[in-house]
């Protein structure tokens, strides 16, 4: 048996205080959290604080979700505020069983989360990073730094990115492992909880342009246009994302070649969020928006994450009256990713993957 001290000052467990706050009130508080003693044995850990009455002892493991736990994980989302989308939990969770990691008392309350994903069919693809919270009343015990270290293990030496949030950049850069910051551009979190119009954007499809709903058949061309954009392949990922539950696809086709297509999903607050959006052409990548807010009449708000650096995509936003809520940073281990964020309208998600 090893015996740990987590000391108040360590960068992750202020980064669980932070990142479950949503960033820029908790740093206030990062003094009064208390000097943790943390057994640790095998996959199990005991947590006693020096103050009992403020944390309570508990036994907790570390272990992969399962789709078991997702209305829990949503619940956690939920009461953050947060437009997660459950059914892209169930996606990652099969397409890396054990990129999502939480901890989970010996109640089987789910205490906290982190995950660190694989995107791609083959090596070639990349690790993306987030869904990182502690429960309030466990902050600052050392189960967020457990959780971080073994999501940290899982991608070994592979290139990993993630988004931080306001607050945590330098932190992360500095002092967690993901010291390349991309300088050209950063996310743009966009959400509101008021209804969106689609009659703002234009349904003048560019001659030549095809729009048309998803259909399987429709993939090959939607994984080769994702490839040439991303830079490696994820025809699995495309496959069942287009097939989730309460999800709606637009593709793009011009002379019979795929041009762009993008996908509304029901968030955890029950509001409608578009992403992935990608089209060669900012005319089409509006028809293609209208068509999903279109498609998703009893949406509870609207949420779409862009980057900062596409100015099309972000005068949709504008007049379809959804603000910005938050900027956030994207950091990597090893290399920055290059692609054409003129084509990037939406990300696929926050959380899970990078574009």
Known sequence: MTRVVCYAADFICNATHIMMRESRVASRNMSSILIQTVKEEDDSCTVQTENPKVVPKLQFSIRPANEGDVPALKKIRQDMGIHDVPTVFQTFMKLDPQG???????????????????????????????????????????IGLKIYKECFEHFGDSNCGLNAVPGMTEIYRDRGGFP???????????????????????????????????????LPKMVAYDQALVGFRRSLLLSMSCNEMNSKTFVAFKNGVCVGFGTIKESCLGAGRVGPLYADDPAVAEV????????????????????????????????????????????????????????????????????
Not at 203 to 218: A, E, L, T
Not at 326 to 340: F, G, N, Q, S
């Open 288 to 355: 293609i928006l209208r068509k999903l807010l279109e498609s998703f009449p009893g949406r509870n708000g609207f949420a779409m994450m862009t980057i900062s650096s596409n100015i099309p995509a972000n005068s949709f936003l504008r007049r379809l009256s959804c603000p910005v809520k938050e900027e956030c940073h994207r950091l990597y281990t090893k290399k920055r990713m290059i692609v054409d964020t003129n084509k990037i309208y939406a990300l696929f998600d926050i959380n899970f993957s990078a574009f």
């Open 180 to 218: 390349v910051e991309e300088k050209e551009w950063v996310c743009l979190k966009n959400q509101t909880s008021s209804y969106v119009s689609p009659d703002v954007l234009s349904n003048f499809v560019p001659q030549g342009v095809d729009i048309q709903p998803f259909h399987d058949s429709f």
């Open 100 to 142: 999502l990691k939480i901890a989970v008392s010996d109640t089987g309350k789910i205490l906290g989360s982190c995950g660190c994903v694989f995107n791609g069919d083959d090596s070639d693809g990349v690790y993306f990073g987030g869904i990182y919270c502690v429960e309030p009343k466990y902050q600052g015990t050392g």
